[in-house]
């Protein structure tokens, strides 16, 4: 095998399946990068057996046609490194070589037979959604399941293909976040499934690269993610997903509207207070007027009045503002409509269509809150 290429094409290439390596993998072959060139083209493909990630270069320059399997992390931080505008790489009996006009390097490899086998997407009952939309679908709810990992329901995205709908739900048993999307679904597909956070995150990945449309396949087993030039591939979680519906509370009779910058910046100021121990900001609507304030036991007081719509009865309600920052921090609507009920009951967020974030409330009554 000899190809010739520019290096900004390859190092993208390798951005694209480097991740899917992991360093705790005991197995050594999944250390490895498998480079195939044929028909003026260089696919690089990576997998830890859960997750595997191809990528197809198309403006590659292939002289020897053939294949190898060497170690990405020493390959990649060639690539990476490269000063030069082309790059040469040959593989020699057994051995990668990577050269230029002032640069010389020769890597071990390994056999490729060994290399184990990576799935194929096929062309049938998918869907296609804009890769902006499903980016932004993932960044409403992939950072609840990325952060506290360890209560149920957190350790993936539930998936459903209905109708003409595409939905994502992650939650923590604390918070939830819901979004649902139209899509062109004309075979009628109706599927779901739930993606493990490695999953997730190389989705968002390949996306990223992507300049128009993305087809997404589920199977019994693992999901497919293809785009122009990327195929992901992704084992699924198995069981069935936490009937959530019923968490999202449908009786909710107080409406507020908010700016969402101005909220999130007196959240930010009233939250300064709060301790790992005492994370419990209260919450008072009053007429046309928010009061935002923390009494930690063991740093101060803090509070803040800000503008809202509202004209409903009194209401106090305790939340966990490191939730909502969270929240508000991957939406970008300037206004956040909050329907609320009373002190007992989970609020619930929207922003624009189709995006739901439902948060717990906290006991006004307790001192310590975790």
Request: with cysteine.
């Amino acid at each position: 095998m000899k190809i010739k290429c520019n290096k900004e094409i390859i190092k993208k290439g390798f951005h694209i399946v480097e991740n899917v390596i992991s360093g705790s993998n005991v197995n050594p072959m999944l250390q490895n990068v498998r480079i195939v060139a044929e028909d003026n083209t260089l696919e690089l493909s990576t997998t830890d057996m859960e997750v595997s990630v191809s990528y197809l270069i198309d403006s590659v320059e292939v002289i020897t046609p053939g294949k190898m399997v060497g170690p990405e992390t020493q390959i990649s931080s060639i690539v990476k490194e490269w000063t030069e505008d082309s790059i040469e790489i040959t593989e020699e009996k057994k051995k990668c070589v990577i050269k230029g006009k002032d640069n010389f390097f020769k890597i071990l490899c390994t056999d490729p037979e060994g290399f184990p086998t990576i799935p194929q997407f096929i062309d049938d009952e998918y869907i296609e959604i804009d890769k902006d939309v499903l980016l932004d679908m993932i960044k409403k709810t992939a950072f609840i399941i990325l952060g506290d990992r360890t209560k149920h329901g957190t350790s993936g995205v539930f998936l459903e293909i209905s109708d003409k709908y595409l939905k994502m739900v992650a939650n923590d048993g604390r918070r939830l976040s819901e979004v649902k999307k139209k899509i062109e679904n004309t075979n009628g597909i109706s599927k779901s499934c739930i993606i493990p956070i490695k999953g997730i995150l190389q989705m968002q990945r390949i996306a990223s690269e992507q300049e128009d449309l993305v087809k997404i396949r589920i199977e019994e087993k693992r999901i497919f993610v293809k785009t122009k030039n990327s195929i992901l591939c992704s084992q699924l979680l198995e069981g069935q997903y936490p009937k959530y519906e019923e968490v999202i509370p449908t009786n909710l009779d107080k409406k507020i509207s908010v700016d969402r910058a101005v909220f999130t910046s007196a959240i930010r100021r009233v939250s300064i207070m709060t301790t790992d121990e005492y994370k419990l900001l209260r919450f008072k609507f009053t007429g046309e007027k928010l009061e935002i304030k923390c009494t930690s036991p063991d740093v101060g007081e803090s509070k803040t009045v800000i503008p809202v719509e509202y004209s409903g009865e009194e209401l106090e309600i305790g939340l966990n503002p490191e939730f909502l920052l969270d929240f508000l921090k991957n939406v970008d609507s300037e206004g956040i409509q909050l329907e609320l009920k009373d002190h007992g009951t989970a609020g619930v967020f929207k922003v624009g269509t189709g995006c739901t974030y439902v948060v717990m409330p906290m006991n006004l009554g307790d001192e310590k809150q975790a």
